[in-house]
């Protein structure tokens, strides 16, 4: 997987260096400054050539774990963790290395932004990836995202949470199913008078889709 999350980055790279060459032949008179924004996004491009995303996961999961972290710490590694999930294919090598351990524990933090990062981890893990959504289904966190869906006051917490949920069911059968079980469909829908109109879309998006390809949720 370190291999393929190389090369991620070499592809991104290339397709920079193609954006922003000119297709003329460049003189010195041409030359001009790179812009901030520019060189930011090239030296964080060359620093992760020299990064092994597996050893940062391994670092971040194992810090996480650790009684001597700070909260402040955590979210720190937890934003990191996100990174990871969003840009590359990382997600088995998170539970192969044992990231699954971290995920209950901080879904039942008592810091909101904590939880808010657990569920948006969560979300990127299982987006289209069976494998990854057969995990989560089988140790029950899917219940704890229900609950948070119930019981927080947090719209953001909320949101996140349905998020989260919508991905782990989408397109996989054994999700839907759980769902049921947790009378999630009720939870869903009991939700729906959120003040919010982000989390209302939200909820009644996942339900439409839920009764439009699901006949377990007809």
């Given at each position: 997987?370190?291999?393929?999350?190389?090369?991620?980055?070499?592809?991104?790279?290339?397709?920079?260096?193609?954006?922003?060459?000119?297709?003329?032949?460049?003189?010195?008179?041409d030359?001009?400054?790179?812009?901030?924004?520019?060189k930011s996004?090239?030296?964080?491009?060359?620093?992760?050539l020299?990064?092994?995303?597996?050893?940062?996961?391994k670092?971040?999961?194992s810090?996480?774990?650790?009684n001597?972290?700070?909260e402040?710490?955590?979210k720190?590694f937890?934003?990191?963790?996100?990174?990871?999930?969003?840009?590359?294919?990382l997600?088995?090598?998170f539970?192969?290395?044992?990231?699954?351990?971290?995920?209950?524990?901080?879904?039942?933090?008592?810091?909101?932004?904590?939880?808010?990062q657990?569920c948006s981890?969560?979300?990127?893990?299982?987006?289209?990836?069976?494998h990854?959504?057969?995990i989560?289904?089988?140790?029950?966190l899917q219940?704890?995202?229900?609950?948070i869906?119930?019981d927080?006051?947090?719209?953001?917490l909320?949101?996140k949470?349905?998020t989260?949920?919508?991905a782990?069911?989408r397109?996989?059968?054994?999700g839907?199913?759980?769902?049921?079980?947790?009378?999630g469909?009720?939870?869903?829908?009991q939700?729906?008078?959120?003040s919010i109109?982000?989390?209302?879309?939200?909820?009644c998006?996942?339900?439409n889709t839920?009764c439009?390809?699901?006949?377990?949720?007809k």
């Open positions: 997987m370190a291999d393929n999350s190389k090369q991620g980055f070499l592809n991104s790279l290339f397709q920079w260096t193609v954006k922003n060459t000119a297709a003329e032949p460049t003189t010195t008179s030359l001009k400054p790179m812009d901030e924004p520019s996004w090239l030296n964080n491009a060359l620093e992760n020299t990064v092994n995303p597996v050893e940062r996961l670092l971040c999961i810090k996480i774990k650790d001597q972290t700070s402040q710490q955590k720190e937890l934003d990191e963790l996100c990174h990871w999930a969003e840009e590359l294919d997600a088995k090598d539970f192969t290395i044992g990231g699954l351990d971290i995920l209950a524990p901080l879904l039942d933090s008592n810091d909101d932004d904590i939880c808010i657990t981890l969560i979300a990127n893990l299982v987006q289209n990836h069976e990854c959504q057969r989560i289904v089988q140790s029950g219940q704890k995202l229900l609950s869906v119930r927080s006051n947090n719209p953001d909320k949101t949470a349905v989260a949920i919508s782990l069911i397109g996989y059968t054994l839907q199913l759980q769902l049921q079980k947790y009378h469909a009720k939870v869903l829908i939700a729906i008078p959120s109109p982000r989390l209302q879309n939200k909820l998006f996942l339900i839920l439009s390809s699901s006949a377990h949720m």
